[in-house]
């Protein structure tokens, strides 16, 4: 539609079964639905900054995780990334595999190494940049589902580990991560900070009714 003065473009994209790849995501999603909703104005020789509406935008992975976009992304130049983002990213059953680690940057990809996770987990993602500030916000949530971790320096592999890990740029924190170990329960909390040398922990570790045989 165009209103004056000046041009009013308005565009409205509604997906019904088509397939996204992204590198911010290692997967392929298929089955993609959901609404684009892109606004971008001409007034005289000023160019306003489009505005693109995410709404409920979802597909499935070719590993099946369920993903789900809400959101905004503003600022757009030509060849240019947009300069304002306000997005929600919500990814169930996310599998922690080599695609996952080939994904993530070396200092995360040291800290993934060294806990050897496995299984699948629910992610919750939020990336804020505003046009005036620098640099991107990202808040990602990852919580467990039954989980197995082998941590680098225990000589067993903790199960079925059910909990939260908080991720920022410069930390991972977590929040009373609970499994099994050694016919125990042992839980886990405190923080990790990413490094390209060697990861720092600063983690409590408490165990209760653990078997204490050859393995410690």
């Not at 680690?101 to 060294?114: E, H």
Request: a neutral charge; proline letters at 4%; charged letters at 30%.
């Amino acid at each position: 539609q165009a209103t004056a003065p000046g041009l009013d473009v308005r565009l409205k994209l509604t997906g019904v079964d088509v397939s996204l790849e992204c590198k911010a995501f290692p997967y392929r999603l298929d089955h993609l639905v959901g609404v684009a909703d892109f606004v971008r104005t001409r007034s005289g020789q000023d160019v306003s900054q489009g505005e693109m509406v995410l709404t409920r935008l979802r597909g499935v992975s070719d590993e099946g995780a369920t993903v789900e976009v809400n959101g905004s992304l503003g600022g757009f130049e030509n060849g240019k990334a947009p300069r304002r983002i306000d997005l929600t990213i919500s990814a169930k059953d996310v599998p922690l595999d080599d695609r996952l680690r080939r994904s993530l940057s070396s200092a995360f990809g040291r800290i993934f190494d060294a806990l050897s996770p496995t299984g699948k987990v629910d992610v919750f993602c939020r990336l804020e940049q505003d046009a005036a500030a620098d640099g991107l916000k990202t808040r990602v949530l990852v919580t467990t589902k039954g989980n197995r971790i082998r941590y680098e320096n225990m000589p067993v592999p903790l199960e079925e580990v059910t909990g939260d890990i908080e991720i920022s740029r410069d930390q991972l924190r977590l929040s009373n991560l609970s499994g099994k170990a050694l016919g125990g329960k042992v839980t886990l909390s405190g923080s990790i900070r990413p490094s390209e040398d060697q990861p720092s922990y600063d983690l409590y570790i408490r165990g209760s009714d653990i078997l204490l045989d050859e393995r410690l």
